[in-house]
Nanobody, 120 residues
Framework: VQLVESGGGLVQAGGSLRLSCAAS????????MGWYRQAPGKQRELVAVITSGGTTNYADSVKGRFTISRDNAKNTVYLQMNSLKPEDTAVYYC???????????????WGQGTLVTVSS
C-alpha cells in the first residue's frame, strides 16, 4: 500500500493550497483518513480527519480555514487550505486506517509528506 501526497508548495499569507493524497495497492477497505503536520522543531500534530461516512474533525487552529474531504471511489483524501498563515508552515502527512484484505488487521499507513511554506 502506498499513500502519495501532492499539492504542497510556497504560498503567500492569505493564499490557498489544496493537498491531495491517493492510496494505492491492495486495499480491502479504508476507515478514517486524515492529515497531520510537523513544523520544524515541533511534534507532529493532527490537522483534520474524516471518517468513511464523511464525519470530520479539525484542530482548533485550522477550523474555519481548512476543509477535509474524500473520494471513496478513488481512495483519495483532500485538504483545502484557505487563509493560510506563516504558522501553517510544515510538512503535511496524510494517513489512512485501512485493511489490505478481509482477514488482515486494520492498521495505519502514512504518506511521505509534502512541504507547505507560507511566507509573510
Amino acid at each position: 500500500v502506498q499513500l502519495v501526497e501532492s499539492g504542497g508548495g510556497l504560498v503567500q499569507a492569505g493564499g490557498s493550497l489544496r493537498l491531495s493524497c491517493a492510496a494505492s495497492g491492495r486495499i480491502f477497505s479504508i476507515n478514517d483518513m486524515g492529515w497531520y503536520r510537523q513544523a520544524p522543531g515541533k511534534q507532529r500534530e493532527l490537522v483534520a480527519v474524516i471518517t468513511s461516512g464523511g464525519t470530520t474533525n479539525y484542530a482548533d487552529s485550522v477550523k474555519g480555514r481548512f476543509t477535509i474531504s474524500r473520494d471513496n471511489a478513488k481512495n483519495t483524501v483532500y485538504l483545502q487550505m484557505n487563509s493560510l498563515k506563516p504558522e501553517d508552515t510544515a510538512v503535511y502527512y496524510c494517513t489512512a486506517n485501512l485493511k489490505r484484505t478481509i482477514l488482515a488487521e486494520r492498521r495505519d499507513y502514512w504518506g511521505q509528506g509534502t512541504l507547505v511554506t507560507v511566507s509573510s
